[in-house]
T-cell receptor, first 108, second 111 residues
Framework: GIQVEQSPPDLILQEGANSTLRCNFS?????LQWFHQNPWGQLINLFY???GTKQNGRLSATTVATERYSLLYISSSQTTDSGVYFC??????????FGAGTTVTVRA | KAGVTQTPRYLIKTRGQQVTLSCSPI?????VSWYQQTPGQGLQFLFE???????NKGNFPGRFSGRQFSNSRSEMNVSTLELGDSALYLC??????????FGPGTRLTVL
């Protein structure tokens, strides 16, 4: 099956810092999404981004489908950004394959 | 609209027992998917239902099964529980292939 690799596995930031999370995938996909999982386990959809660039507030994402990678940018990080960020690709409709996640800790 | 709801939120069972988890999707969403999250294996796809039909299934043993009702509510069942079945079980509701809305999950502990 398709392989999804995320880096780095862990990231510690000082409040106000910027960061970049990376997702590499091994095959062509119909869809790529970024999720944030809060400490209570809730998964929140951040971006649906099979290609191109999108921005939502302090978060933005870029996917280069031809090179099979996606980047998630966090700018001016806040403590509420803490949690695990997952990249998920969709080799088949309605079936997501998740990466192992990047655990982000933002310190005040 | 109300979000995806899952019941119960927490569950403790012993080995050999069976368990049934429930998921109510967002109104109007006909696709419901289930995922298992463990520290060792991460998030893994279990199965997906659409209009009461299972359309896709992940690589899990036959002890894991599910169904969907005519009102799109879904249940998953795990029989003959093993210690390794301890996990967070997440349900996702979808209006289309591009978007999944996840519920808060059911945390199952098998003793």
């Amino acid at each position: 099956g398709i392989q999804v690799e995320q880096s780095p596995p862990d990231l510690i930031l000082q409040e106000g810092a910027n960061s970049t999370l990376r997702c590499n995938f091994s095959d062509s996909v119909n869809n790529l999404q970024w999720f944030h999982q809060n400490p209570w386990g809730q998964l929140i959809n951040l971006f649906y981004i099979p290609s191109g660039t999108k921005q939502n507030g302090r978060l933005s994402a870029t996917t280069v489908a031809t090179e099979r990678y996606s980047l998630l940018y966090i700018s001016s990080s806040q403590t509420t950004d803490s949690g695990v960020y997952f990249c998920a690709v969709e080799p088949d409709d309605y079936k997501l394959s998740f990466g192992a996640g990047t655990t982000v800790t933002v310190r005040a | 609209k109300a979000g995806v709801t899952q019941t119960p939120r927490y569950l403790i069972k012993t080995r050999g027992q069976q368990v049934t988890l429930s998921c109510s999707p967002i109104s109007g969403h006909r696709s419901v998917s289930w995922y298992q999250q463990t520290p060792g294996q991460g998030l893994q796809f279990l199965f997906e239902y659409f209009s009461e039909t299972q359309r896709n299934k992940g690589n899990f043993p036959g002890r894991f099964s599910g169904r969907q009702f005519s009102n799109s509510r879904s249940e998953m069942n795990v029989s003959t529980l093993e210690l390794g079945d301890s996990a967070l079980y997440l349900c996702a509701s979808s209006p289309d292939p591009d978007t999944q809305y996840f519920g808060p999950g059911t945390r199952l502990t098998v003793l």
